[in-house]
């Protein structure tokens, strides 16, 4: 699976479908959020009042925000495989954001009426009612806008809510298809645009769109997903409060999937169950099970280690961009912190597997030895020449020879300049703030945004 790249393939070449393939997302997205503005501005006949304009113009591009959106929730390959799972998601919550802004504070309020001072509050039904809804529109207009703003407190304050994720995660699901539901009769029924057919027929595909992207993920992969069964192989202590977890595909092939990537995992429930959680694969390709290292981190991944062997799992996947197959780079530099290292071990042990693989490093933080993941194979693969090794100590034993304390500005420079100077691919995952400072540094030692892979283990 794992394949050099073929002779046609120059560097240049492919750098720029990797530069193109980074820009085409954004553009694409950027043109769909657009469409129905667009298609309002040139259908439409003469303009009202500005203000009138700009209210209208925030209802068409808040709904088509809070369409999209569904779209980029639904784990769609086709984009999430070009941003990577972390990006499209982080997309999601700032288009989140500006659904609220468009909708709930200008959309409502910016309509200028003929009795009295500009703004109008969706509650005040008098002054609404001047603006020529009809009642229905009003009352859809009005819950949809009260619900979205319950979805957007509740999306903003997730982590503050006493509610699994799980049980948070339905909600937030079946909110959000009610105020997609609701915008779509309040814009047939009160947008002066929608009398367009084109734009009344883009809502409804759209809002279908949102509602199968909801189907998507809630049945169509599921059913999926029950055809291909797995089972708990193996289950066994890793590292300090980590698990190493081996699948073994039950009457298939098993998955198809490049180095790096993840999936999510249903463990200790059904195809249809909603407790799934992501995590990379951090075997090869071409191995008989899918192996994982899991961190105990909260209420699913505490009680891991108590799931019998033989056990049912259902593997959603693969998802992800933090790929180094096909990539022009003459070296990888891995830059992990704690179970961080789990995505870099796929990479590492098909990289090895290659005819001609490139030179490796791995820069590995930790607090103390006991938290080390795969030492013994690391250390054989650098005395066999085939990566340099670095694991770096916050609380070294004594005796300690290696780097010590945490992978900052300092260590990161002082070890990935030459690999920064020789247009090495960088691939970084571990805790947000070793992330974070990771980048820093790679920026510090010139290395452009194209070379940089990450990958978060968490959407916050
Ligand atoms: C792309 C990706 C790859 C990951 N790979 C690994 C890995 O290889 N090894 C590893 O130990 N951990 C990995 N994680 C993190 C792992 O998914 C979480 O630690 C785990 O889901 C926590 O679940 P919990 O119920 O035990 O903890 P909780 O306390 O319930 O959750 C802790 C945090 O994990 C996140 N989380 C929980 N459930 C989900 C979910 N269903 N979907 C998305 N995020 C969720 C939330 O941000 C939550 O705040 C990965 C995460 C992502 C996003």
């Known amino acids: 699976m794992f394949a050099p790249p073929s002779p046609a393939s120059t560097p240049a070449r492919a750098a720029f479908a990797v530069r193109l393939g980074r820009l085409a997302a954004p553009a694409l997205l950027a043109l769909a959020l657009l469409l129905p503005l667009g298609l309002g501005w040139a259908l439409v006949g003469p303009a009202r009042p500005w203000r009138d304009e700009l209210a209208g113009a925030a209802g068409l591009l808040g709904f088509a925000a809070l369409l999209w ?52 509050r969706p509650d005040d039904l008098r002054r609404a009612g001047s603006l020529g809804l009809s009642g229905w529109a009003l009352v859809s207009g009005m819950l949809a806008w009260l619900l979205l703003g319950l979805l957007t407190v509740t999306a903003l304050a997730r982590d503050m809510l006493p509610f699994r994720y799980e049980a948070w995660r339905a909600a937030h699901g079946l909110l959000a298809l009610a105020v997609a539901g609701l915008g779509l009769h309040h814009a047939l029924e009160a947008g002066r645009y929608s009398v367009a057919p084109a734009l009344a027929w883009a809502w409804a595909g759209l ?10 993920v809630w049945l169509l992969r599921p ?10 192989a193996a289950l066994a202590p890793a590292a300090e409060r980590i698990w190493e977890l081996a699948l073994e595909p039950v009457g298939h092939a098993g998955l198809r999937f490049k180095p790096g990537q993840f999936v999510w995992l249903k463990l200790d429930t059904g195809p249809f169950g909603r407790r ?23 209420d699913f991944t505490a009680r891991i280690g108590a799931l019998p062997i033989g056990a049912r799992a259902y593997v959603d996947g693969p998802h992800g961009a933090l790929v180094a197959e096909g990539r022009p780079e003459p070296g990888i530099a891995f830059l992990c912190g704690g179970v961080g290292v789990a995505p870099a071990l796929s990479l590492i042990r098909a990289e090895v597997q290659r005819p ?46 290696g780097e010590t304390g945490q992978l900052d500005a300092a260590l990161i420079a002082r070890r990935c300049a030459g690999a920064a100077s020789a247009g090495w691919l960088f691939v970084l995952c571990g805790p947000p703030p070793m992330l974070r400072a990771a980048r820093r540094a790679l920026r510090a030692l010139g290395v452009p945004e194209a070379r940089i892979l990450e990958e978060r283990f968490s959407y916050g």
Do not use: C
């Open 207 to 216: 809002t279908a769109l949102a509602g199968l992207s909801l189907l998507w």
């Open 69 to 120: 959106s569904f779209v980029l929730s639904g784990r769609f390959r086709l984009i999430s495989d070009r941003l990577g799972m972390d990006r499209t998601m982080r997309w999601h919550r700032a288009i989140g954001v500006a659904v609220a802004v468009l909708l709930l504070l200008l959309h409502p309020f910016l309509y200028s009426l003929p009795d009295g001072p500009a703004f109008a």
């Open 356 to 401: 001609a693989p490139r030179p490796m490093l791995l820069l590995y933080g930790n607090r103390h030895a006991g938290q080390m993941l795969a030492r013994e194979e690391l250390e054989r693969l650098a005395a066999a020449g085939r990566l340099e090794f670095v694991p770096v100590l916050g609380e070294p034993p004594p005796g300690w020879t």
């Open 276 to 298: 799934e959680h992501p995590f990379s694969i951090a075997s090869a390709p071409g191995e008989a099970r899918l192996r994982f290292l899991v961190k105990e981190a909260g």
């Open 223 to 232: 059913l999926a997903l029950a055809r291909r069964p797995w089972r708990i």
